[in-house]
């Protein structure tokens, strides 16, 4: 039961990471110019899945909140910086993607694109930071609190967090690759390509700064795992490299997906059976399975979610469905 | 400062400001859902032109509702790490399913509603609002369901400190809920229908084109706030029962509220248990609004032949009552929420002690810097909601036709 909601909590989490990770990345892309039509294309081919992809994110804390309660409170509170700061990123994305459009004069609209950009990076920068802050172990204490917030300023943290927005822009290029009409898309794709081995290398100093950290080595209790899924990363990003010279962008943005995905799995696998491990005493490392609600309220959601589940992910899929292909003229255009 | 209070000061400032917007989303949504309904039933366009340009109000005031929500969300986990320690068992329910229920499928349906005018078939383009009005309203009552909780916990045992869900029937039939859920939607549409009689008074003021568009919203508007306001007062006063049983210190100092101070200064020690003047200042107010804005019914009377209109007057009189259900709204959620203090989960767990170990200067930091944004959102959003409110129903981008097609109409696969 445990398992299942732990699994669960990834999955919306990744998803997330998935699908507004293309929010954040054509976001970041807003900054390469383009000029205001440029922008507004690039805005138009989000368009219609924008506002259910950052539901992924609240849906994930609700679950975080409801399966585990003592998980939310000390995750959020113990890594406040990040989570404080990736929220504020959030929270300019949402208002800067869907206000921009609303005043006419194109200085205002610019203005506001900005504001989309610096939200991209925040957000990128903290759910990066955050997933590495669990991967190398926070100070909890036996009263149960984590203290203070200087454990997030580490090396790790830093490279994690960078590798995080390398990895969000080529997944941006990617889908403007797939969606934008035919003539932009190549211009779209050759820059998708060039992003490649910048997140490649950001994932690989990410990795090596990983590896070389005594708390990273500490709190991973499944080395094997943790060796693995960085290099099935490396590969994910090789493999978008090849579809977008192959031109199937299709396929690249499973791949650049796979690879937003994957750093949710490896925390989730390599720091099993625990979710916080702590840095300043072994007794106070938190597991799933303390994590987790107790029994009545585990059931309760899963008789909840169990039919529910099935209708999300349709409504999810008619939605992609349904505005499915490349955007041309007659693509409605509101953002 | 300490912490407490900086964090007390913080959702706030969140939850005002998460208030003012969803209570005219709430209420726009289910007028939306009238015209663009009346619009598919007829095939009449002015029904269509109502559906867009209030469509076009509704969604930009929407992006607020979303932005300070997810802030309030994650808030609980940020400054109120207590709170999922002692009572997430019980309080993190309602609150995941409305996230799975609810806004999920929301903003999901919003998406689509907002891209497929032309795209989808006109059916199909109502059931979406129909989805996000249906879900808008289970947002509210599963939060009022988590709300009611911190009320008046029930169906819970305490093992080890720690509060664990035994009977989740209980949360349904809490006595705070019914009363409160019926209080806060009529309340919605009273917000909803207020805007929209005043947004049009202005436009019929002023003479601006599409006289006719904006004396149909007048009525509807005007009716809607009307048949609200009688709700928002039989709901409201009929809480004083239930909230007086359940919460006797909330609005005195009567026998029971003495007898259940004593009880909680032997179980949790001496304190403070009355709650702060504040709350019941706060009620006093909204009250004498709420009976003010009782008199909408008077002005019913003058829709016959548009007396409302012609005398011009009346439309003034709407007009500058828009901040009040406003007011009345923060006033009513100060009441409820500054009336339970200091307790978090009333006769439960005490504020002092949900608030997160966080440092001074952290959650310091952290007020400043998400009111400053938020209050800034709030405002820029005010003031494209007005220009876009004034600047009248002639071509709004929402629902706009796209340019006619130059492109093959099959798209190509994605993944081939």
């Given at each position: 039961m445990d398992l299942a909601w732990y699994a669960l909590l990834g999955l919306f989490f990744g998803a997330y990471l998935v699908l507004a990770g293309y929010d954040y990345g054509v976001g970041l892309l807003l900054a390469r110019g383009g000029g205001p039509a440029g922008r507004r294309a690039a805005l138009t081919a989000l368009g219609p899945f924008f506002l259910g992809n950052e539901v992924w994110l609240v849906a994930a804390v609700g679950i975080l909140f409801g399966a585990f309660p003592v998980l939310e409170g000390e995750l959020l509170s113990g890594c406040y910086p990040a989570v404080a700061g990736a929220l504020a990123g959030v929270v300019l994305v949402t208002a800067g993607v869907q206000l921009r459009s609303r005043p006419t004069d194109e200085r205002i609209r610019e203005r506001w694109d900005r504001v989309v950009v610096v939200g991209s990076v925040l957000a990128a920068l903290g759910w990066g930071?955050?997933?590495?802050?669990?991967?190398?172990?926070?100070?909890?204490?036996?009263?149960?609190?984590?203290?203070?917030?200087?454990?997030?300023?580490?090396?790790?943290?830093?490279?994690?967090?960078?590798?995080?927005?390398?990895?969000?822009?080529?997944?941006?290029?990617?889908?403007?690759?797939?969606?934008?009409?035919?003539?932009?898309?190549?211009?779209?794709g050759r820059s998708a390509r060039r992003l490649v081995p910048v997140a490649l290398i950001a994932v690989a100093v990410a990795t090596v700064v990983g590896v070389l950290s005594d708390r990273v080595r500490d709190a991973v209790q499944r080395p094997a795992v943790a060796v693995l899924l960085p290099v099935l990363l490396a590969a994910a990003l090789f493999a978008a490299r090849t579809a977008l010279a192959r031109r199937r962008p299709g396929w690249a943005l499973v791949a650049t997906g796979a690879a937003l995905a994957l750093p949710v799995a490896l925390v989730g696998a390599a720091l099993w059976p625990y979710v916080l491990v702590s840095t300043t005493d072994s007794g106070a490392s938190l597991t799933v399975a303390d994590a987790a609600a107790s029994a009545p309220t585990l059931r309760l959601l899963g008789w909840v979610a169990l039919p529910l589940l099935p209708a999300l992910l349709g409504f999810q899929a008619m939605c992609w469905w349904v505005f499915r292909g490349r955007t041309d003229g007659r693509a409605p255009v509101y953002w | 400062m300490d912490t407490l209070l900086l964090a007390r000061l913080q959702f706030a400032t969140t939850t005002s400001i998460h208030f003012l917007f969803v209570v005219v989303t709430l209420g726009l949504v289910t007028l939306l859902v009238v015209m663009q309904t009346a619009w598919v039933l007829t095939g009449n366009p002015a029904w269509e032109r109502l559906t867009r340009y209030w469509g076009q109000l509704y969604v930009i005031n929407?992006?607020?509702?979303?932005?300070?929500?997810?802030?309030?969300?994650?808030?609980?986990?940020?400054?109120?790490?207590?709170?999922?320690?002692?009572?997430?068992?019980?309080?993190?329910?309602?609150?995941?399913?409305?996230?799975?229920?609810?806004?999920?499928?929301?903003?999901?349906?919003?998406?689509?509603?907002?891209?497929?005018?032309?795209?989808?078939?006109?059916?199909?383009?109502?059931?979406?609002?129909?989805?996000?009005?249906?879900?808008?309203?289970?947002?509210?009552?599963?939060?009022?369901?988590?709300?009611?909780?911190?009320?008046?916990?029930?169906?819970?045992?305490?093992?080890?400190?720690?509060?664990?869900?035994t009977d989740f029937g209980a949360l349904l039939s809490n006595p705070s809920l019914g009363m409160a859920f019926g209080h806060v939607v009529s309340a919605a549409l009273l917000v909803g229908g207020m805007l929209m009689a005043a947004v049009s008074a202005w436009h019929l003021i002023r003479r601006t084109p599409d006289f006719a568009l904006f004396r149909t919203s007048l009525r509807i508007g005007l009716v809607t706030a009307a048949l609200a306001i009688t709700l928002v007062q039989g709901f409201g006063?009929?809480?004083?029962?239930?909230?007086?049983?359940?919460?006797?210190?909330?609005?005195?100092?009567?026998?029971?509220?003495?007898?259940?101070?004593?009880?909680?200064?032997?179980?949790?020690?001496?304190?403070?248990?009355?709650?702060?003047?504040?709350?019941?200042?706060?009620?006093?107010?909204?009250?004498?609004?709420?009976?003010?804005?009782?008199?909408?019914?008077?002005?019913?009377?003058?829709?016959?032949?548009?007396?409302?209109?012609?005398?011009?007057?009346?439309?003034?009189?709407?007009?500058?009552?828009?901040?009040?259900?406003?007011?009345?709204?923060?006033?009513?959620?100060?009441?409820?929420?500054?009336?339970?203090?200091?307790?978090?989960?009333?006769?439960?767990?005490?504020?002092?002690?949900?608030?997160?170990?966080?440092?001074?200067?952290?959650?310091?930091?952290?007020?400043?810097?998400?009111?400053?944004?938020?209050?800034?959102?709030?405002?820029?959003?005010?003031?494209?909601?007005?220009?876009?409110?004034?600047?009248?129903?002639?071509?709004?981008?929402l629902g706009r036709p796209p340019a006619p097609p130059n492109e093959p109409a099959q798209p190509e696969p994605a993944l081939a």
């Open positions: 930071v955050l997933l590495a802050t669990l991967l190398q172990g926070v100070p909890r204490h036996a009263d149960g609190h984590v203290a203070g917030v200087s454990h997030l300023v580490t090396p790790f943290a830093a490279t994690a967090g960078l590798a995080m927005v390398a990895l969000v822009a080529v997944h941006g290029a990617t889908f403007l690759t797939l969606r934008l009409p035919a003539a932009d898309a190549a211009v779209v | 929407y992006v607020l509702g979303i932005a300070t929500g997810i802030v309030m969300e994650f808030q609980f986990g940020l400054n109120w790490s207590g709170l999922s320690r002692y009572v997430g068992n019980v309080f993190g329910a309602p609150l995941a399913i409305e996230t799975l229920v609810a806004f999920f499928l929301e903003s999901t349906f919003l998406g689509m509603w907002i891209f497929g005018w032309h795209r989808l078939g006109k059916g199909v383009h109502l059931a979406l609002l129909w989805g996000v009005a249906i879900t808008a309203y289970a947002s509210a009552f599963w939060i009022m369901v988590a709300n009611s909780w911190l009320q008046h916990p029930v169906g819970y045992e305490v093992r080890d400190g720690i509060a664990h869900l006063f009929a809480q004083f029962g239930p909230v007086g049983e359940v919460q006797p210190t909330k609005f005195g100092q009567g026998p029971e509220a003495q007898a259940l101070i004593t009880e909680w200064t032997t179980r949790f020690g001496p304190g403070d248990y009355t709650p702060p003047v504040l709350a019941s200042v706060g009620l006093g107010f909204m009250i004498l609004i709420g009976l003010t804005l009782g008199c909408v019914w008077l002005l019913l009377p003058l829709l016959f032949r548009d007396w409302i209109i012609r005398l011009r007057f009346p439309l003034w009189l709407v007009l500058l009552a828009l901040p009040l259900p406003f007011v009345a709204v923060i006033l009513g959620w100060i009441a409820r929420e500054v009336g339970r203090q200091p307790w978090v989960a009333y006769g439960l767990l005490p504020t002092e002690q949900a608030v997160s170990p966080v440092g001074a200067p952290v959650m310091l930091a952290s007020l400043i810097g998400f009111s400053l944004l938020l209050g800034t959102l709030a405002v820029t959003n005010w003031v494209l909601l007005a220009r876009h409110a004034t600047r009248g129903a002639v071509d709004p981008p």
